[in-house]
């Protein structure tokens, strides 16, 4: 099978990798134990391969993770680099081909991906090995080429040492002899005390590249004869074409064809330009007798319906009914939550071409396994004949996870439809992605809690509405459980808080044909909302301190309660608030969750003005995501999960009127602007513990923290996202 060399003429020119002869490592899976509970990886004799040192002293690590904005390729590199011991300057990265054997996800069994902030946390024993290994390895060719023991061999800083006979090589002139030595089937691991990179600051990989424009992205490539589709998707999802008339676009100078394929039909052209003018031109008639037609107002109605009636349970815990029944007071609340797109700066795009050996695909690649199997079985082929490139993307939020690869195989089968006859470059423009793309679910969660007569919580219930991600999926038969789809109740179903009887129950309906798919955080990014807005107004009926409240449930969860003390501590929790101006109201308010195995409190202080508008001028969080691998990405992804979720909260909204989606861009789907920012301070709790996720955590507390601040400020408990000024009016 021929592998293609990329053609990129423009502005950005292809990264060169170094030349002669290379070291290659290819590691027994038995170093690639699954991070999770240390169960085995499902092919545990296939190997991996991460690291490659050329005699150019270029030290190469294979990422087999997409690196979308999060800092993967600098912390994956970082944790080789500290175990090899080279020269951060000599470091590189490159990413992965699409192979399962290889590059699996180890937290997701023989599936190549990324996502769930599990970059990090499924590579950190793997990566350590790999780069342990590959240092052992130079210290036995050179001591095997000196004629000393190889305990008297040293590495610093790319050097291989002698200290005793003052000799010394770089990692490129013993690459080609440590190629030859037998492969370690045990290596020492550093201890953490010896860490000179990990923990520190170093240099993210891809700054310069981005900075400069020569890092590669898809809308970047080009190829020899490559045509660009842009296609007409029907407005309402579940339509279907009924007609089209081409003549008009095909009369657009650089309009080469058009096609029909299942997902509407598709123009092709020299450039995207001509491709949007000629598909603006098509004049179709599309059959709306099996499209969705509910709008936001009806969809919300049903939801409210079926929370009146108990549904599935996710979790049941001691008598909540009868907790309930008895309570001294009981507090009753319902909160609503729209569709979100998922609005990543770099629209959805792909090229694929087809050869004799199969098809090469240049993307953003977040989901190789799924998108392999996706792609062949369009166009016939097996999946690895589907040689995945993958580039960097600029953002994805959930995106290109997409569970069905879709807008890949709309490339499969456009290609397909003109025979092969030309390398296409498919873009989705935003308006398409926003109009026919997927989103977080709209969800409606209904909570009731119980307090004794002195105060104490003694009775939760907890019940949500909202479509399934899972449903009709390829993950739906392996993670769906007696009805539960876990991500739709992650954040409620494990809620910590110590409540001696609770349950919550789920209803997914299967009747709303909006495409929904994870986004950012996934079921956090409400759950987080619900349940700490209700603590809050429960604390304030038990007329006690919201964080004291919190930590005294808390006292069997120590790394929540750890992050929530020193969030108050660091924001003055509990200190009155420098007044506003006249008219304005000041407020302070906290949320501490847990996801993706990561713990994040935050508290955020607002100002209110008397027409409702207000600003969060400052956001304190802490961070407890184990050991701190790149602190100063850490910090990068907490201050974007801040901005990213202050959206959420200012704005974000996806509405459907008649079964069409409303908005369009940016102008129509505010996102939060530099000028919305608040001052952002980010604390991280020292650590011994495995790196965990830290690309989504921070998001879900954020919304909830502010929503307890406006609460505190105004005195009204906002239960929608997203918080008009209105509601907030004197």
Not at 83 to 105: C, H, I, K, M, T
Not at 227 to 234: D, N, Q, S
Not at 637 to 664: M, N
């Amino acid at each position: 099978m021929s592998t293609t060399t990329l053609e990129n003429p423009a502005r950005r020119r292809v990264l060169q990798a170094g030349a002669g002869l290379t070291l290659a490592l290819y590691l027994p899976v038995h170093a690639a134990r699954a991070a999770a509970g240390g169960q085995e990886a499902a092919t545990p004799f296939v190997p991996n391969a991460f690291l490659r040192i050329g005699e150019d002293n270029r030290v190469t690590v294979i990422a087999k993770h997409l690196e979308m904005g999060q800092g993967s390729y600098t912390g994956l590199a970082t944790i080789v680099a500290e175990e090899l011991d080279a020269a951060w300057s000599q470091v590189q990265v490159e990413g992965a081909p699409a192979d399962a054997r290889r590059y699996n996800n180890l937290g997701w069994g023989p599936v190549q991906g990324t996502g769930g902030s599990t970059a990090i946390a499924n590579s950190w024993q793997q990566l350590r090995e790999a780069g342990a290994t590959a240092r052992a390895m130079l210290v036995a060719a050179a001591a095997a080429q000196w004629g000393v023991p190889a305990g008297e061999v040293t590495v610093s800083e790319g050097e291989v040492i002698h200290a005793a006979s003052g000799r010394k090589a770089s990692f490129g002139q013993l690459a080609r002899a440590a190629a030859q030595q037998p492969v370690p089937q045990q290596v020492q691991l550093k201890d953490p005390k010896d860490f000179r990179l990990i923990g520190k600051r170093v240099p993210r990989v891809d700054g310069a590249g981005k900075t400069d424009g020569s890092a590669r992205f898809t809308q970047d490539v080009q190829l020899p004869g490559m045509l660009v589709a842009v296609v007409a998707h029907p407005p309402r999802f579940g339509a279907t074409l009924k007609s089209v008339d081409d003549r008009k676009a095909r009369a657009v100078r650089g309009v080469v064809d058009v096609v029909r394929i299942p997902s509407g039909v598709a123009v092709l052209a020299r450039d995207t330009w001509s491709a949007k003018k000629g598909r603006d031109a098509l004049e179709i008639e599309w059959d709306d007798s099996r499209a969705f037609r509910l709008g936001s107002a009806e969809i919300l109605a049903r939801y409210r319906e079926l929370a009146a009636t108990p549904g599935v349970v996710a979790r049941r815990e001691g008598d909540p009914d009868r907790a309930l029944a008895n309570a001294a007071r009981t507090l009753e609340a319902a909160y609503d939550f729209p569709y979100l797109a998922h609005a990543a700066m770099e629209p959805m795009n792909c090229v694929i071409r087809l050869d004799a050996d199969g098809c090469e695909v240049w993307n953003g690649e977040q989901f190789q396994t799924v998108d392999q199997a996706a792609v062949a079985q369009v166009l016939g082929l097996r999946p690895e004949q589907v040689r995945l490139h993958m580039l960097y993307a600029g953002g994805s939020f959930g995106r290109r996870a997409s569970k069905t690869s879709d807008y890949l195989v709309e490339a499969a089968h456009i290609v397909k439809a003109i025979g092969g006859r030309a390398p296409v470059k498919l873009v989705w423009l935003r308006e398409d992605d926003m109009r026919a793309g997927y989103y977080r679910p709209a969800f409606h969660h209904r909570l009731w809690a119980g307090l004794d007569a002195r105060g104490r919580l003694v009775g939760w219930r907890h019940r949500l509405v909202g479509q399934s991600i899972l449903a009709g999926s390829p993950f739906e038969p392996m993670m769906v459980k007696d009805g539960i789809d876990p991500v739709s109740v992650e954040g409620a179903a494990n809620l910590p808080y110590a409540i001696p009887n609770l349950v919550v129950d789920l209803h997914s309906p299967q009747d709303i044909g909006v495409p929904v798919l994870w986004w950012r955080s996934v079921g956090s990014t409400h759950t987080a909302f619900s349940t700490e807005c209700f603590i809050d107004e429960l604390a304030q009926a038990a007329g006690q301190d919201p964080v004291a409240w919190r930590l005294a449930l808390l006292a069997q969860h120590s790394r929540h309660a750890g992050v929530l003390r020193l969030a108050a501590e660091r924001a003055g929790w509990g200190r009155p608030l420098a007044p506003g101006a006249a008219g304005e109201r000041r407020g302070r308010g906290v949320a501490v969750h847990e996801s993706f195995h990561s713990y994040v409190a935050q508290v955020a202080e607002v100002t209110v003005r008397e027409d409702g508008s207000y600003r969060v001028d400052r956001v304190v969080c802490a961070v407890d995501c184990g050991i701190a691998v790149n602190p100063d990405v850490i910090r990068a992804q907490v201050e974007g999960s801040i901005g990213f979720a202050l959206s959420t909260v200012l704005h974000g909204e996806i509405t459907l009127r008649d079964g069409e989606v409303q908005q369009s861009n940016f102008h129509d789907y505010l996102v939060a602007r530099i000028t919305d920012m608040p001052q952002v301070e980010v604390h991280i709790v020292p650590s011994a513990a495995n790196p965990t996720g830290i690309g989504e955590p921070a998001v879900p507390p954020l919304a909830p923290a502010v929503a307890n601040a406006l609460a505190a400020a105004t005195g009204r408990r906002l239960r929608q996202l997203p918080i008009r000024p209105e509601l907030l009016r004197v």
